[in-house]
Structure formats: structure tokens, C-alpha cells
């Protein structure tokens, strides 16, 4: 059965430290990885998407990588601000005879206070 | 920048009642995708749509559910007899040729 499970699922930390989030699956046949930040009450708004041959990707603040031998992914955020105060979804999809099947993380909720 | 946008925001409904809920994907978008997320759980895939035919649907997705394309621009998802369980937010998502799938705010559904 298709699974992402993500870690830790919730973290507080201080304005301007950095933080890391891992996310680890088990789908195949592995398509790409997402990594969705989502503000509470608002849809999911993509940060990064990763194939099985890219190793790590950057967007702003933040970096994602992948190890697709190991199945794992990590997403890096540097001097973390207020408004990256939000729930960080891993997303993986496969893609089987043309369809694209996706599975979502639990997500990890993370607090940036002052 | 183009976005995907979903009506309503928020609806109230009785139980055993019909909803509809609305979407318009990004214009040049050709597939097209429904997903919920009850209070608190992750975010769980409903429904594919490619080509005016669903493409894949999950367990969830049951004969109480249907999803249409009824003119060039609207998506719809329409439970015909709701149940107090399908309170939860409802996401539509639509792609275009690349891999990213743009979400929409969402609808929150609450079954009365």
C-alpha cells in the first residue's frame, strides 16, 4: 500500500532558526515528490517538486532533497520567518498506465514564534 | 498569475441534501482533480478527470459522488445525499502539462 509518513508532526521554533522536515514513502512506482506548504483554512500551494533524478531543489528559503534509493526526503528552512508558520505537506506520485496516482503526507505543523 | 478558484467558500447543509460545489481551473488546464480533507486529517484524493471522463477515483469516491465538466471554464463535484461524514474541506486542483497541480482555496462543507 502506497504511504508517506512524515516527521515530526508538529515543531516550535524561534524566528530565524532554520529547520528540517523529513518525509519517507513508499510509492511505486515512484513518479515525484512535492513538498506543499498550507496555511490553515487555505488549499495547499506548492513549494518544490522533485523527480527521481534530482537530488535537492531550492525555492527562496527553501531546499528540499531527495534520496530515492533510500525513500526518503527532507525540506530545509533557513532563517525561518512568522509567516512560515503553516503545515508542510509531502505529496508523492505515481504514475501507473498513464494515471497519476497521488498520496499526501500527514503534514508537519510548524510554529515560528518571535 | 492565473489562479484556480472554488464557490462557495463555505456551505451549510442538511443531511440527505444535494450540494454542488463549484470550481474554475486555470484556463488552459486539461485535468482537473477533487480532494477533501476532514478537520484535522490529511489531505485524502478523490477524483480525476481528464478528457470529460474520470481517470482514476479513490474508495472514498463512492456512487454518491459524481463529477462534471458542464461548459469550457466549470468543474463540479456534486454529492447527492449528503451524509454527516462528508463535512470537510473540499479542494479542487487542475494541471497542465507539467507535473504541479494548482490547488484552490478550498469549499468547507458542514453536513447539519
Known amino acids: 500500500k502506497n504511504q508517506v509518513e512524515q516527521s515530526p508532526q508538529s515543531l516550535i521554533i524561534l524566528e530565524g532558526k532554520n529547520c528540517t522536515l523529513q518525509?519517507?514513502?513508499?510509492?511505486?512506482?515512484?513518479?515525484?515528490l512535492r513538498w506543499y506548504k498550507q496555511d490553515t483554512g487555505r488549499g495547499p500551494v506548492s513549494l518544490t517538486i522533485m523527480t527521481f533524478s534530482e537530488n535537492t531543489k531550492s525555492n527562496g528559503r527553501y531546499t528540499a532533497t531527495l534520496d530515492a534509493d533510500t525513500k526518503q526526503s527532507s525540506l530545509h528552512i533557513t532563517a525561518s520567518q512568522l509567516s512560515d508558520s503553516a503545515s508542510y505537506i509531502c505529496?508523492?506520485?505515481?504514475?501507473?498506465?498513464?494515471?497519476?496516482?497521488?498520496?499526501f503526507g500527514t503534514g508537519t505543523k510548524l510554529q515560528v514564534i518571535p | 498569475e492565473p489562479e484556480v478558484t472554488q464557490t462557495p467558500s463555505h456551505q451549510v447543509t442538511q443531511m440527505g441534501q444535494e450540494v454542488i460545489l463549484r470550481c474554475v481551473p486555470i484556463s488552459n488546464h486539461l485535468y482537473f482533480y477533487w480532494y477533501r480533507q476532514i478537520l484535522g486529517q490529511k489531505v485524502e484524493f478523490l477524483v480525476s478527470f481528464y478528457n470529460n471522463e474520470i481517470s482514476e477515483k479513490s474508495e472514498i469516491f463512492d456512487d454518491q459522488f459524481s463529477v462534471e465538466r458542464p461548459d469550457g471554464s466549470n468543474f463540479t463535484l456534486k454529492i447527492r445525499s449528503t451524509k454527516l461524514e462528508d463535512s470537510a474541506m473540499y479542494f479542487c486542483?487542475?494541471?497542465?502539462?507539467?507535473?504541479?497541480?494548482?490547488f484552490g482555496p478550498g469549499t468547507r462543507l458542514l453536513v447539519l
Open positions: 505529496v508523492v506520485s505515481s504514475n501507473s498506465g498513464g494515471y497519476q496516482k497521488v498520496t
Open positions: 518525509c519517507n514513502y513508499t510509492v511505486s512506482p515512484f513518479s515525484n
Open positions: 486542483a487542475s494541471k497542465g502539462s507539467g507535473e504541479t497541480q494548482y
